[in-house]
């Protein structure tokens, strides 16, 4: 259990572990469920398109106490492949993604970020990580530089 009291529900777990072992889900996407009690898997799938993705995650909505719906904080995680530069190969690494855009509510954003540790405890096996608060730290070559540190 997080700081904020959050809990993650096992199928955050079997979800990630499927992603992991079996390469058959390119990403998931977790969200505070609805009565913010728990991290629940809020899609998974197998689309390889990146821009697909990011947009799911610019277009997540969440909503405050008094149900005034805005943009909205997410967790993903992304099984991230990337050409080597020096012609050597690819690489994949399983990526953890803190969306928290700056434009979403003040609650939400507190919430997540209060609660992203328990659910990355709970994820053994993520590579890289990457906080993101605005669309263009989220765009593909962003997140390659943060993936690939100098790997390229």
Known sequence: MSQ???????ECVTTFNELKLYKKIKYIIYKLSDDSREIVVEE???EPDWDVFRQKLVDAKSSDKRGNVGPGPRYAVYDFEYELASGEGKRSKITFIAWSPDNAGVQPKMIYATSKDSLKRALNGIAAEVQANEKDEIEYDEVLKQVSKGAR
């Open 44 to 46: 998974t799938s197998s």
């Open 4 to 10: 904020s009291g959050i809990s993650v529900t096992p």
